[in-house]
């Protein structure tokens, strides 16, 4: 970045309809370098205390791995990656105790202090990434729906409604195959930037543009609000646990430029 900026940050956790809440979610602030977040969420699957335990351990496991990261030493892409592979091994050991085997998705971005970003993810929970109202890129679900979108046999309207549209094909905690290990890298955030992490209990119910534009004209408090608020109205009765984490990256004044 040529200008300074700082960071701004909400989360949003609701449990919609159902009986109990197997989402969880965080963005951290590194406890030694300002400047550092690592956003969150992680969608428990597999009964009452399978799913909750599942996305209890994808935090856990963030969080001390997090805190032992060194930005200016250290890659971000690994510690990601290191996330994913000992939270699906530990989950996969909580699989004896739990109602049911427990799965959970990742969607997890890290921001250093320089700007740039890495991001990493399983699963249908999802990471955005906006610039000024406009969808730059997102993550691609590793789910069955996703495979018919990419083979042009569906659209992605259809996808929101098909009967088998839960079906994933890669997640933590999963005995037969390994998570998948989507990384992606961006060298440099700008100012007017905003990143979105969030369960399918959230992007279900909007399109990339009525997302970009909430995320782009609120704050990170608001935008949470906004959207949680208007998931819930679209479900009518019906919606699934929900969560998500914004970060905003917002320039300063030009007499606080110090960065």
């Known amino acids: 970045m040529t200008r300074?900026?700082?960071?701004?940050?909400?989360?949003?956790?609701?449990?919609?309809?159902?009986?109990?809440?197997?989402?969880?979610?965080?963005?951290?602030?590194h406890p030694r370098t300002v400047?550092?977040?690592?956003?969150?969420?992680?969608?428990?699957?597999?009964?009452?205390?399978?799913?909750?335990?599942?996305?209890?351990?994808?935090?856990?496991?963030?969080?001390?791995?997090?805190?032992?990261?060194?930005?200016?030493?250290?890659?971000a892409g690994a510690l990601l990656r290191q996330v994913l592979e000992d939270a699906h091994t530990v989950i996969?050991?909580?699989?004896v105790s739990s109602e049911?085997?427990?799965?959970?998705?990742?969607?997890?971005?890290?921001?250093?202090?320089?700007?740039?970003?890495?991001?990493?993810?399983?699963?249908?929970s999802r990471i955005y990434l906006f610039r000024n109202e406009r969808?730059?890129?997102?993550?691609?679900?590793?789910?069955?729906?996703?495979?018919?979108?990419?083979?042009?046999?569906?659209?992605?309207?259809?996808?929101?409604?098909?009967?088998?549209?839960n079906i994933l094909l890669g997640c933590l905690?999963?005995?037969?195959?390994?998570?998948p290990v989507d990384l992606h890298f961006i060298p440099k955030l700008e100012p007017g930037d905003v990143l979105?992490?969030?369960?399918?209990?959230?992007w279900h119910y909007f399109s990339p543009q009525e997302m970009g534009g909430v995320l782009a004209t609120q704050p990170p408090r608001m935008a949470v609000q906004i959207l949680v608020d208007e998931a819930r109205r679209r479900a009518r009765g019906t919606g699934d646990n929900l969560s998500?984490?914004?970060?905003?990256?917002?320039?300063?004044?030009k007499d606080d430029d110090k960065a």
């Not at 300074?4 to 963005?27: E, I, M, N, P, W």
């Not at 335990?53 to 997090?66: E, G, H, R």
């Not at 495979?147 to 046999?153: Q, S």
């Not at 979105?196 to 959230?202: E, F, K, P, V």
Request: glycine share 10%.
């Open 35 to 75: 400047g550092c977040v690592l956003g969150i969420v992680a969608d428990g699957m597999g009964g009452r205390s399978g799913g909750r335990k599942a996305s209890d351990q994808v935090l856990m496991t963030a969080n001390q791995l997090f805190a032992r990261y060194r930005p200016d030493r250290d890659d």
């Open 244 to 253: 998500l984490a914004v970060l905003k990256v917002e320039p300063l004044p």
């Open 135 to 165: 969808l730059v890129e997102r993550t691609r679900d590793h789910s069955y729906v996703q495979v018919l979108i990419d083979r042009g046999e569906i659209t992605e309207h259809e996808a929101n409604i098909h009967p088998q549209g």
């Open 4 to 29: 300074g900026f700082r960071l701004s940050a909400s989360t949003g956790l609701h449990k919609g309809d159902r009986a109990y809440q197997q989402d969880q979610v965080a963005v951290i602030s």
């Open 92 to 95: 996969k050991l909580t699989a």
């Open 196 to 202: 979105m992490a969030c369960s399918d209990g959230l």
């Open 100 to 124: 049911q085997e427990p799965h959970s998705t990742i969607a997890a971005f890290l921001v250093n202090p320089n700007g740039s970003c890495a991001w990493i993810h399983a699963g249908d």
């Open 173 to 179: 905690g999963m005995t037969s195959t390994p998570p």
